[in-house]
């Protein structure tokens, strides 16, 4: 299981962009990759999800849909999610994770160990 460290969380406006990273501590290409969010005192919630492959397919909740988009550069082990046009309510922490079967993402997140520190995203009005 690679390590993963997430960064790029801010302070924005409403409307306002912010690209998250996700770098791995080692190969990534083998892996399928997902951001999620955690509101206080709720469930960790699925964003997107991206499967193994730079270009590969992707997927994403209703709520973010349109706005996000996740990509990812395998030579650079790393995994992205653009945030477009932000909201109020986009405003919790992000975390990041990986596995090498797209359905643990997608579906067995709430299993997946581990989890890193997340970073921080604050939209304000």
């Known amino acids: 299981q690679v390590q993963l460290e997430e960064s790029g969380g801010g302070s924005v406006q409403t409307g306002g962009s912010l690209t998250l990273s996700c770098v791995a501590s080692?190969?990534?290409?083998?892996?399928?990759a997902g951001w999620f969010r955690q509101f206080p005192g709720k469930e960790r919630e699925f964003v997107a999800s991206?499967?193994?492959?730079?270009?590969?397919?992707?997927l994403y909740a209703d709520s973010v849909k349109g706005r996000f988009t996740v990509s990812r550069i395998n030579s650079r082990n790393t995994v992205y999610l653009q945030m477009n046009n932000l909201k109020p309510e986009d405003t919790t922490v992000y975390y990041c994770?990986?596995?090498?079967?797209?359905?643990?993402?997608?579906?067995?997140?709430?299993?997946?160990?581990?989890w890193g520190r997340g970073t921080q995203v604050t939209v304000s009005p």
């Open positions: 080692g190969d990534i290409f083998t892996y399928a």
């Open positions: 991206i499967s193994r492959y730079t270009g590969g397919s992707t």
């Open positions: 994770n990986a596995d090498p079967k797209l359905h643990n993402i997608v579906e067995g997140f709430r299993n997946l160990p581990p």
